[in-house]
């Protein structure tokens, strides 16, 4: 809503004010980065893989090793 800055917000509408702010933190203002990061996961990871993986090793694709061995 491009005038949403004029809307005070009140007891009546502080759910959706909410809401909408929630929406635009997690989805609308990072989505060109999240795109950015979908289409370079699924260079590395798709089709039947991504079934395969559970979550520990879909963080380790993601962030990698948390220890490394020099030695």
């Known amino acids: 809503m491009e005038e949403g800055s004029e809307i005070k917000v009140t007891q009546d509408n502080k759910q959706e004010y909410c809401q909408l702010y929630a929406d635009y933190l997690l989805n609308k203002h990072i989505s060109k980065q999240f795109t950015a990061f979908k289409k370079g996961?699924?260079?590395?990871v798709s089709g039947k893989m991504i079934e395969l993986l559970d979550p520990e090793n879909l963080k380790t694709i993601i962030y990698g090793n948390d220890v490394i061995d020099f030695k």
């Open 41 to 44: 996961f699924y260079k590395v």
